[in-house]
Structures are given as structure tokens and as C-alpha cells.
């Protein structure tokens, strides 16, 4: 059994994430406002930022597991708060760029990363668990993107995820129908990659992140990149491209004499990043 860090059930101000590692190589951020069902601020936007910036720079970050404490993944945007200072509409302009760059952020981590999806995750919420690489629901997990019934349009890169996510059909009747679904049709839409009743999320989400982080991380470095570029719409020559310099890479490191000599072996690999 692998050993779970379980988010706090606090809801102090002063710690907005909960960060732990779980196990060797793997990072765990849990959004921590659970009174709260933990709505996104603008501030806790921003210490998320800071919190990834972390993790990026950090060469014993293997792995990311998202999650948030209490009930709730992330029920949205704090619409009551979100550029409530904002004067004019450049200005709000502004605060919605800067607040979106947490998305970016958390999609651009060189290391994979898994959301576990813990009850409602919502609009923002939602757009949290579609920047992360895997995404584990919870059988309590009910996901919506509902923009257009709050009279605004969608933010965050909902439209462009969503799209290449699960495609134009099953996005267009996310976004314009504004419904929220459960865990079953998550998995059904290719929304979430699998659903585990709600008492074993953490444990599944970990159990993955454990098995990426002991793979080798140029690896995955580099098959993020040209996955990230296949879904910006690249040609096939330029992913082939990409594909053939890291394969040419990978053939010649030492990860791949390991990885074979186990293959041949029959036991597990030991990779060093070398």
C-alpha cells in the first residue's frame, strides 16, 4: 500500500495550498480553502504560480499530483472578487491575464502531472484538472464548464482544452449547455482517465504519479514536448522530426541499456536519468 499525504481539512488564509511529497520524486499541491469548496482567488491563483515555479525548478520533482482538500477539487472561479478592483477594462483585462497564467503554468511543468478529482470541479476547476497530464475522478466527481449560464464566456482556455481534449461534439455540449456530468461520463467522453470510488482517489492518483516518477525524466520531458506540439495542430514532419532527434537521444543513454537489460531480465527497471 502506498502511503497517502491527505490534504488538510484547514482553511486558513495563511496556507492556500497544502504541498507535500508523498512519496520519492513526487510533488502533492492541494488547493486548501475547503469552506470555501476551494473557489480560485486571484491570490491563490498567484501562490500556485509561485508554488509551480517551485516545483519547476526543482530537479528532485519527478512528478505532480493536483488535488484539493476537503470535498471539493475546485468549484470555480471567486467570481465576486475576480478584478473586482478593476477600474477599467484594460485593467480587467489584466487581472484575468494574469490570473490564467496559473493555467499555462501548471501546463507547461515539464514533469507529468496527474489531477485528482475529488467532488466538483468546476469552470476554473475544471480548467485546473484538463491542464494536468492524467486526470483520476473520485465516483463523487461532477464536472461542468458552466460559462454561459453565468452569462460570461469562457475563460482559461476552456474552449481550446476541451476541444482537443474530447473533441467539437462533446466540447460544444459542455460549454454551450453548461451541465455538469459525473464521473461515469467523464471517463465515457475521454474527460478523465479513470474513476475510482471516492475513498481511494488519493491512493490512485499517487499510485501513478509514483510510476512516473521512476521512469526517466528526459524522457518525459521531451514526449511532453511533442505531444504539446501535436495538439497546437504541428505537421507530421515536424513531430517526426522532434520524435527522431529524442529517439536518436534516448537510444543512446544509458536508460535505454537498462531499460532493455530488464526487458531481457524480467525485472524492473532502475533509471537514472542518464
Known sequence: MLPVVAPSSGDSDSQLLI??????GVIQIALNQPRRRNALTEQVAQVLRQELARVAADPSARALVLTGAGSA??????????????????????VLADYYRAFLDLRDLSIPTVAAVNGPAIG??????????LRVVG??????????????????GATWMLTRVIGPAAA???????????????????????????????????????ALAALPSPVLRNLKHTLAMAEAGASLDAVLAFETEAQA???ASADAREGWAALREHRPPQFHDR
Open 19 to 24: 504541498c507535500s511529497r508523498p512519496a520519492p
Open 73 to 94: 477539487f475546485c468549484a470555480g472561479a471567486d467570481l465576486g472578487s475576480l478584478g473586482a478592483e478593476a477600474a477599467t477594462p484594460a485593467a480587467k483585462r489584466k
Open 124 to 133: 476554473a476547476g475544471l480548467n485546473l484538472a484538463l491542464c494536468c497530464d
Open 139 to 156: 465516483d463523487d466527481a461532477r464536472l461542468a464548464a458552466p460559462f454561459v449560464k453565468l452569462g460570461i464566456h469562457p475563460g482559461g
Open 172 to 210: 460544444r455540449e459542455l460549454l454551450l449547455l453548461g451541465q455538469p456530468i459525473g464521473a461515469e461520463r467523464a471517463v465515457q467522453l475521454g474527460l478523465a482517465n479513470r474513476m475510482v470510488p471516492a475513498a481511494e482517489l488519493q491512493a490512485a492518483a499517487l499510485e501513478w504519479a509514483t
Open 249 to 251: 537521444s534516448s537510444l
